[in-house]
T-cell receptor, first 110, second 113 residues
Framework: RKEVEQDPGPFNVPEGATVAFNCTYS??????FFWYRQDCRKEPKLLMS???SGNEDGRFTAQLNRASQYISLLIRDSKLSDSATYLC???????????FGTGTSLTVIP | EPEVTQTPSHQVTQMGQEVILRCVPI?????FYWYRQILGQKVEFLVS????????KSEIFDDQFSVERPDGSNFTLKIRSTKLEDSAMYFC???????????FGPGTRLTVT
């Protein structure tokens, strides 16, 4: 059983496009949800936490659907610098363990 | 801006040897983690550490692995007898508040030959 599942992509989109990534998680007791980005051979960096009511940070919008155990990330007006792998992260039921998805690869094309 | 540091950046070792990977978490953080990422695969949780003891460990974290916080700043991961399949990037992470943002170090690339 995979704790977190993501579409690996790759997503190749032109600059300015809107792109959406989805993630599902298996543990209904999970309480903390995050999107991280990871550049090639670098460490993951937090993009945004995901709150129950949904949240927005500039061009990025995250949504959580607890009933469906589903998380999404929307990127509007894609920039070349958005090219990276986007990781969905969910905590386990004890709160001490974090599960990462395999990541979704995004390439923004000029 | 404070950051998590890790040394060495790359470690090459022979199968069966012991390695110690070092991390200096952000100074006022309370929760410390080790993860690994095999090339091309996902980031995998190894162990979490809080209040000077392991709070949780994964199935990967078997008897070959141990962690220590020998002083107020360092957090180490020891692999007693390395195997070829231990070759991976090892990331240390720390955070202050449970459920809060984890700050990752740049990683140590371990190559076992």
């Amino acid at each position: 059983r995979k704790e977190v599942e993501q579409d690996p992509g790759p997503f190749n989109v032109p600059e300015g496009a809107t792109v959406a990534f989805n993630c599902t998680y298996s543990n209904s007791a999970s309480q903390s949800f995050f999107w991280y980005r990871q550049d090639c051979r670098k460490e993951p960096k937090l993009l945004m936490s995901v709150y129950s009511s949904g949240n927005e940070d500039g061009r990025f919008t995250a949504q959580l659907n607890r009933a469906s155990q589903y998380i999404s990330l929307l990127i509007r007006d894609s920039k070349l610098s958005d090219s990276a792998t986007y990781l969905c992260v969910v905590n386990g039921d004890t709160g001490n363990q974090f599960y990462f998805g395999t990541g979704t690869s995004l390439t923004v094309i000029p | 801006e404070p950051e998590v540091t890790q040394t060495p950046s790359h470690q090459v070792t022979q199968m069966g040897q012991e390695v110690i990977l070092r991390c200096v978490p952000i100074s006022n953080h309370l929760y410390f983690y080790w993860y690994r990422q095999i090339l091309g695969q996902k980031v995998e949780f190894l162990v979490s550490f809080y209040n000077n003891e392991i709070s949780e460990k994964s199935e990967i974290f078997d008897d070959q692995f141990s962690v220590e916080r020998p002083d107020g700043s360092n957090f180490t991961l020891k692999i007693r007898s390395t195997k070829l399949e231990d070759s991976a990037m090892y990331f240390c992470a720390s955070f202050r508040d449970r459920g809060g943002e984890q700050y990752f170090g740049p990683g140590t690339r371990l190559t076992v030959t």
